[in-house]
């Protein structure tokens, strides 16, 4: 690969899935500070290993394992650079989302989720990956996955139906 | 095709709840037969739309010009020894076996070809420019992603953005200038050697400020010495980006 084809080749990446890493990387990091950044390291990593990279197809789930190890050194350097943010915690913009109060609720039962059964759930439900897809990048047997995706949206289901239940007992 | 095989109420759950769209022949005839669990079913596919909604992040603004510009920055690997001898060694027998041709195209450098080949694909001056014209938050967008701000007196900018050209992240401007609009390149991160150029009905002058450069080209090759110049006074400011690197 010349050099301009692979800029060429990492500037269709950055436009084809930045917007889909930030997503992914907010969603799995609870601040959207630490998403920009683990983004940018995702795309130097990448474009170090472009070269390995041989199917445009497999573009989307590559980077997205990347990110998935640029968040666990995140972990394994933490204590040093960043503190824990509790999702719950975080300031949102009211212009960044949707206000309708089932979306809301939803919104924030996500956050309660535990993230091991919310990383699987946004993959399958955001990015349409399958259970195959999702145990390679999440580096787990496809029996977990599926449980996890069970689990996910049980207790999803439990905590909005609960919310509605509260709700109408209050009003 | 079912086989014969029928799903009972908990497996065509289970399944549901794995994935909603789950397109397994005996779960899809267990829903047509089964209201509380079609019911169970439609709640679940209700839940995961939700959730695309409620998942929806506002992407930071020009995200992915600070990407590229980040990966331009960072990305200056040392190579090995052994290649850059290999390299040079390579360049010096070219030089000797294309010599006449080499001396030919010194006065032709690549860097300026690639400029005048990305200004042409544009085609901003030869149709009606008006139809590029570009919001004034993406050019404040773009000439902050080159690390610098909209110059006072360059004339009034209608087109902008962060290009890439010979491996290299720019902003690309077209600015209006009363009857002599030209282009206007920021190089953040390239140091190219001062000098003018004229060539495919281009006129450019390119001027190095520290470790940047800025060339201004047009077609007719009057007034670029002044746009050079409000550009220069702009561009030599240091200015932090949107990812606090002073640069």
Redesign the interface.
Known sequence: MTPPEKHKKFENLVHAYSGWLHRYAYWISGNRTIADDLVQETYLRAWRFLDSLKEEAAAKSWLTTILRRENARRFERKQLEYSDVEMDSLPASQNDFDARPEVVALRIALKKLPATYREPLILQVIEGYTLEDIAAIMSLPRNTVATRLHRARQKLKHQLENDERISNELS | MTNGYQMNCLETR?LS????QDGHPARLAHLRECDTCARFAR??VA??E???????????EG??A???L??SL??V?PRSTRWTWLGLAASFLLAITFLPAVIQDAFYSPFETELIAHVTAHDVLTKDAHDHMTQPAKIRQVLASAGTEMPDNAGNIIYASTC?I??EVMAHLLVENGDQPYVVFLMPQRSVAERTFNRANWAGQITKINNRSIAVLNQTGTGLHVATTAFSQQFSQPVSTS?GRTI
């Open positions: 289970r709840l794995i994935n909603p709640q679940l839940q995961d939700l959730i695309r909604e409620a998942t929806k992040v506002e992407l930071p995200f992915a600070r990407i590229l980040n990966q960072k990305s690997s890439v010979d491996g990812t």
